[in-house]
């Protein structure tokens, strides 16, 4: 066989590798929580997007003054709490198509604007 093509093969198990594994890590995103001094609330970015069925880790950062939840029961998301000034990690495996909101479920958040879209890449 010929050698430029038993090369790249041989590197194979090392690219298979480095790639981070689905279950656990996903594309990163970053989302932030937190209080206006008109007492709104807001969730950024107000809009996310996905490509159908690919895999997302939202970073979210709650950079508000009290605790704040990252959940949606349409998306699948269950609930995270973030303690205030603290990051947390959640992964998504987005489905194929829809839109779907995410939010802070604490009495009056949502109301308040604590909420994003998710929906497919255009
Ligand atoms: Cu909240």
Redesign the pocket.
């Known amino acids: 066989m010929n050698r430029r093509i038993l090369l790249p093969l041989a590197a194979l198990p090392l690219l298979l590798s480095a790639v981070p594994c689905s279950e656990s890590e996903g594309r990163p995103v970053d989302v932030v ?1 937190g209080e206006n001094t008109d007492g709104s ?1 807001y969730m950024r970015p107000a809009s996310i997007s996905f490509t159908p069925g690919e895999t997302i880790t939202f970073y979210v950062k709650n950079e508000g003054s009290s605790d ?2 990252f959940e949606s029961d349409e998306a699948g998301i269950e609930e995270v709490i973030i303690p205030r000034g603290r990051t947390r990690k959640v992964t998504w495996k987005a489905p194929q198509s829809g839109s779907y909101p995410v939010y ?1 479920d ?1 009495a009056g ?1 949502r109301a308040a604007g ?1 909420e994003a879209t998710l929906g497919p890449a255009r």
């Open positions: 929580l609330m704040h939840e802070c604490m958040h604590m």
